[in-house]
Structures are given as C-alpha cells and as structure tokens.
C-alpha cells in the first residue's frame, strides 16, 4: 500500500522525472523552473505540478528552496517518490508544520510508481491517490515503533522549551519516515541552512531563535552567502546583504560557531573513525562518512538545526553497520598519465551511476589520492547521487567491508572520462573568471596554487578567486601565501562559497567561468547563468595567466 510521508491534499498534472534532482542548484526558487543544465527536464515549470521522481539528489539546501517555494506560491503541488527521501520530505513537513503551507508527499512501490507516472492528471485525498481512473489506498506510516528515552520524551512534551519541542516532534516524524526504532546521540552538528538561499531560510532561522533555540552539542556553520566582515565594502547590496547576514547571526545566537566554511572536516577538530555526527552540507556529510569513516545521514537543512538542538538523530540509514555496505561495484579504467582534474569528473560519473545507492571504487588502488583529491571527488558525487557515502577500494577506511548481496558492477571507461570531460567544458575558451574553492580551499591547495603561479600575474582581463574558511585564510596568511597570491591578482574571499556567491562579488562582466571543481562545474550554469570551463589546478592556473583555456582534451584523455 502506498504510504503518506507528509499528509496534505492536492490535485494537478502529473510531471515525471526519469531521474533525481537536487532544488538547490536545480529548480529556481523565485519561479519553480528547472535550472540543471544537464537533467532531461532543465525549463520544465514543477509549479502546481504532481512532481513524480525516484528520489531526490545534490543538495542538503532542497529543503529551503522548496520552503521558499510553498511561500512564494510556486511550490508542487505535491511530491511523489519510488525511494526513501529526506531532503524535500523534510522542507514539506516544516512548510505544513511551522507556516501552515500543507504540501503532501507519498512513497509508493515500484508497481505504483510506475502507473503514477505514466498518467497524465492525479489527485490525492486523506486516503486515497487516484490518477487517470486507476485508484490505490493510503496508509500512514507506523508510529509506534519508535522508542524514546526518559529525557526525549521530556523534550517531547515541552520540558525543554518551545524550540527544542518542536524539533523533537520533526526529529521523531523523520525517525518514523525513515523506520527507524530508536535515535541516537550525536556528538556535534553542522549547519547547512545559514546559507541565504531565500527568505524562507531567515524566517526559519528566526522563527526558531526567536522561540529561544540553543545547541546542545559543538556545532559549526556552513558557508554563508556573503563575507560577514567586509560585504558592504565589496559592494554587495544590503537588500542581500543584511538579510544574509542575519541569517547567519540568528545560527550564532542559538549557539552555533561562526566557522563559515562548507568543509567542516578541514578544521582541527574534525570527526574520528565510528563517531556518530550530526551534519549537512551534501560534501561534508560524504567526506565525514568515506574518507574520516565518522557517521552521519545526510540530513537534510533545518534537520540539521534541530539535531543540534536536541543532541539527537534517527538511529538510520548510514549511522548503522549495514546501510553502509555498497550495492554497485564501479570499476575505473584508469588512464595513464592522468592529473587532478581525474577525481571530480570520477565523483560526477560515480554518482551518474549510482544515483541512489552506495558504491565501490576499484581500479584505483595504487593512486594514492590526495586529501583534496578525495574533497573533490566525493564533493563532486554529491551533485548527481542521493547516497551519503562512496567507498574507494584500497584507499578509504571502510572499503574492505562486506559487499551486499544484491551489488551489481558497472564500469567507468577512458571514453566516459572523455564524455564527463567535454560535458563540462561546452563555454568558449576565452575566460573571464577562475573560480578556485568549492568546497573551500585547503591550506594545501593555497600553496599548490602559489607554487604554480610562481611569481607570474593574472592576465588582465581574467578575474582569479579564491574561497576559502577563516582558519585557512588565516593559516595561509600566516606563512605568506596570501601576500604571494594577490601580488599575482589573485582575490581571497572568506566565508562564501561559490554555490552562495552572488554578484558584485561575481564579476557581472564575466560570460565564461574556468573552475576545477566538478561539483561547481556541475552547479554553475543553472547558478550563474555562465558558460563553464573546467580542468586540473594546473590548467585553471594557466587559463588565470593566458585568458584562454585548452580547448582540446588534456594529454591522458586523448
């Protein structure tokens, strides 16, 4: 029997998605239009549409577009999924719960998800989903499966405070949509939602502050969208600018550390192998879980607030042993020769093939990748898979573990590599802009960017910057890398990140981005509305110089 996920009622025309997307980067949050340049459905409106997907993908900020949406009016009128989802089940509860916007959202079986998608009209009452004359009942999920501690059903009834009365509620209506039996504790949170996706995100943020919210547990922040200390002087807008900052203020005064960065896990104190963490922000989550082996459920934004609010998480998912084992085994016919720009387009293919399950690696065994190597392809999975963690055979902690039963193998071949590689490079090979640092750039990559720049300057016309976090611009600061790189006209900006970064800061001027980033080559045309090149750190470096990018495949591809 079908289940509802989120009790609502709607009706309208169904529009079906062959494959996953992510809101944030994907769907416009002013008009509900479809922005991914590289999903079949890029221009498709899901405005009053019976949106029908496998399951969502990308992005942890899903939730807050569709917020935004079910505020502006141009929401769906309702979600339909094959698989379990988090992130857009998650902003329809808060739309419903907190602001009284009820948008509903169903599970079914894969039987009914293919006769939902093949109708052309649907309607769903308290019982009952009907498309096209074909009927199938709706059951609520269970709700007695869940057991609580003395102290959550303290919170539960309102010991605690209004704040952390209702993220308990949210926190226990996930737990029941995921099956979970229990929750666990989580020793910290990271926060997603401080990114000034729209309004909607500053109501939330304030709604809760507001109500007296306060961390329970060491919780950082994403980037945000704007650098907190200088974004008047940069010429930002304080239309954007202040809401933006406010934002991020009300994270602060419930509790959460001003770190501004999307890659919590470069900062000193970051998760231990088996530690159960509470964090958002798709590249993060998929780090913390692959490369450090922490545990985490990539939680959708304002699930990680609330986790943060009651120390607590739904004991699902990748928190427990067997959810972690992969179930498609990707082989990688890796080329000779082949640079950095290998472990961002190897993320883009991975998570292309295995858009909602966890994969394995192989091939790569005697790479030796990088920290940075692993931030960009595991950065770049998060774009186009829902799965919160990939395994890299003879290189990440977890690879040797069991394989599940029912894994199929695929492969990733030279031509693949090839094709992911032209795909991100349809822009014309005159640069305007070398976007470095999405995630944020790493102490090494400052200096890998300084030693390839080697006293040259950037050509005149090409803009170069460089996000990064407060720690490491202080770092690189500290050993005069920074002074190095802006003598070559290299910008440093804390605090953004170029998923968040608006103009003046984006130079208006700029047609053509050059980045080396799959997770932002993946991103950038829907964000920015600018054609995108993309390559290594070497490349991009020699573009920033030149003004010009390759425009032929790189010598171990072609």
Request: glycine share 8%.
């Amino acid at each position: 029997m079908a289940q509802i996920i989120v009790a609502a009622e709607a009706q309208g025309p169904v529009l079906a998605f062959s494959e996953g997307l992510s809101f944030w980067g994907g769907v416009d949050a002013a008009t509900g239009q479809v922005i991914d340049a590289h999903h079949p459905l890029c221009g498709q409106s899901l405005a009053g549409k019976i949106v029908v997907m496998p399951t969502s993908r990308g992005s942890c900020t899903g939730s807050g577009v569709l917020l935004e949406l079910a505020q502006n009016g141009h929401a769906p009128a309702a979600l339909v999924f094959r698989e379990h989802e988090d992130i857009l089940t998650l902003g329809a509860m808060i739309a419903g719960r907190m602001f009284g916007l009820p948008l509903p959202v169903l599970r079914l079986s894969a039987a009914e998800y293919e006769t939902l998608a093949a109708a052309q009209t649907a309607q769903i009452t308290s019982t009952h989903l009907t498309a096209d004359g074909w009927s199938v009942p709706l059951a609520p999920l269970p709700t007695d499966r869940l057991t609580l501690s003395d102290a959550d059903r303290a919170m539960l009834n309102g010991a605690d405070g209004e704040a952390a009365q209702l993220a308990m509620e949210v926190i226990t209506a996930m737990a029941a949509g995921q099956g979970a039996d229990t929750l666990t504790d989580v020793t910290r949170a990271h926060i997603d939602g401080c990114i000034y996706a729209s309004p909607a995100n500053l109501r939330f943020a304030r709604a809760m502050a507001d109500m007296g919210g306060r961390v329970r547990v060491p919780t950082t922040m994403n980037a945000i969208s704007v650098d907190h200390a200088h974004w008047r002087e940069q010429g930002v807008p304080p239309v954007f600018g202040l809401p933006a900052q406010r934002l991020a203020d009300a994270y602060v005064e419930m509790g959460a550390r001003p770190s501004f960065t999307c890659a919590p896990y470069l900062l000193q104190d970051a998760p231990r192998l088996g530690e159960n963490i509470g964090w958002s922000e798709s590249n993060a989550v998929i780090y913390a879980n692959s490369v450090l082996g922490a545990r985490t459920v990539k939680h959708p934004d304002f699930l990680d607030l609330f986790i943060a609010l009651a120390g607590r998480a739904p004991l699902s998912g990748v928190y427990l042993d067997a959810d972690r084992a992969p179930r498609r085994v990707i082989h990688v016919e890796l080329p000779d020769g082949h640079d950095d720009a290998l472990w961002p387009m190897l993320g883009w293919l991975a998570g292309r093939l295995a858009p909602d399950r966890i994969p394995l690696l192989t091939g790569l065994e005697d790479t030796k990748p990088s920290d940075d190597d692993l931030k960009a392809l595991c950065a770049a999975f998060g774009t186009t898979s829902a799965a919160p963690m990939l395994h890299v055979a003879g290189v990440t902690p977890e690879a040797d573990g069991a394989i599940a039963a029912d894994a199929d193998r695929v492969q990733i071949s030279r031509a693949d590599l090839a094709e992911a590689w032209q795909q991100f490079n349809t822009g014309a090979p005159e640069v305007d802009l070398v976007a470095f640092g999405s995630p944020h750039f790493s102490l090494p990559e400052c200096r890998a960017l300084a030693a390839l720049i080697d006293g040259r300057v950037r050509h005149p016309q090409t803009s170069v910057i460089v996000t990064v976090g407060q720690h490491v611009l202080d770092a690189a600061r500290a050993e005069g890398i920074i002074e190095r790189l802006e003598a070559a006209g290299v910008q440093i900006v804390p605090d953004i990140c170029w998923c968040s970064i608006s103009e003046p800061v984006f130079p208006p001027s700029a047609k053509v981005l050059m980045t080396n980033s799959g997770k932002y080559a993946h991103y950038a045309p829907g964000l920015s509305g600018r054609q995108v090149r993309f390559g290594s750190l070497a490349d991009c470096t020699d573009a920033a110089i030149l003004g010009r990018a390759r425009a032929t495949l790189p010598d171990w591809l072609s």
